[in-house]
């Protein structure tokens, strides 16, 4: 378990750093062209809190080898999904200092707690070797190798 406890943790770590990140900005889409950087910033977290949310339900509702093939091409979804998430974040438009700041403080008291729920729940998964279910293994391989 304290192996499991430390990869999930490290992948999750990861996250907020990514989020807070202000790289140059992308190529938007048409709607977002026209929406402000902190705008951009806040719909990036809401996004990803809605990613975290849905992965951790799907992890909570795995009880036994049956469920875990069930859940594992939405989680494979889920997690691919992040991880098309953690790319865009480096394309976010930079930040002034205080609107940086602010986003920090958004960023903790919203996706922080959603991320520890899922570190739960994902970690009573791996600790129980995925009930067994190699195709929830494979959907859950890039967030815990």
Do not use: W
């Not at 975290?52 to 091409?73: F, M, S």
């Not at 940086?100 to 919203?110: E, I, N």
Request: hydrophobic share 55%.
């Amino acid at each position: 378990m304290k192996i499991a406890s430390i990869i999930v943790t490290g992948m999750l770590m990861g996250m907020p750093a990514v989020a807070q990140e202000a790289p140059a900005a992308p190529a938007p889409a048409p709607a977002a062209e026209a929406a402000t950087p902190e705008a951009q910033h806040a719909a990036f977290v809401k996004e990803l809190i809605a990613n975290v949310n849905e992965l951790t339900e799907a992890l909570k509702g795995v009880t036994d080898t049956a469920t875990a093939d069930a859940a594992a091409p939405k989680v494979a979804k889920l997690v691919a999904h992040n991880k098309e998430l953690m790319q865009a974040s480096k394309d976010l438009p930079q930040l002034a200092p205080d609107a940086a700041a602010a986003q920090r403080a958004l960023f903790s008291q919203q996706a922080k707690p959603a991320m520890a729920e899922l570190r739960t729940a994902l970690v009573a998964v791996v600790t129980k070797e995925c009930y067994g279910s190699d195709a929830l293994l494979q959907a859950l391989a890039p967030i815990i190798h």
